[in-house]
């Protein structure tokens, strides 16, 4: 069992920064691929960026790549997402979860976080 829990979200203005954090407990974080998304109020959740269990392998929606930037550190158990340059459109509540693959799609991830709001003004 995996617990995870996120932080970091917030209100800032377009071209800003923010950093989302998501704490894992339990002592088999590093068996775990871990991965951000995120829900905007009428869609459906969507990938933002994927980080294998060593953190040597990263995925990135399209629509994040260049701006984003995922990371981990098993020793404390906590994965990481680095946004930059923000959007409106990145307006949504966001997500970590966990997964035994590297992956993009939402069914493959076994445990997730209750969810970090992250609003972006104009």
């Known amino acids: 069992q995996v617990q995870l829990v996120e932080s970091g979200g917030g209100l800032v203005q377009a071209g800003g920064s923010l950093r989302l954090s998501c704490a894992a407990s339990?002592?088999?974080?590093?068996?775990?691929?871990m991965g951000w998304f995120r829900q905007a109020p009428g869609k459906e959740r969507e990938f933002v960026a994927a980080?294998?269990?060593?953190?040597?392998?990263?995925y990135y929606a399209d629509s994040v790549k260049g701006r984003f930037t995922i990371s981990r550190d098993n020793a404390k158990n906590t994965v990481y997402l680095q946004m930059n340059s923000l959007k409106p459109e990145d307006t949504a509540v966001y997500y970590c979860?966990?997964?035994?693959?590297?992956?993009?799609?939402?069914?493959?991830?076994?445990?997730w976080g209750q969810g970090t709001q992250v609003a972006v003004s104009s």
């Open positions: 979860g966990a997964s035994g693959l590297t992956t993009s799609s939402t069914r493959r991830y076994d445990y």
């Open positions: 980080i294998s269990r060593s953190g040597g392998t990263t």
């Open positions: 339990g002592r088999t974080f590093s068996s775990y691929a």
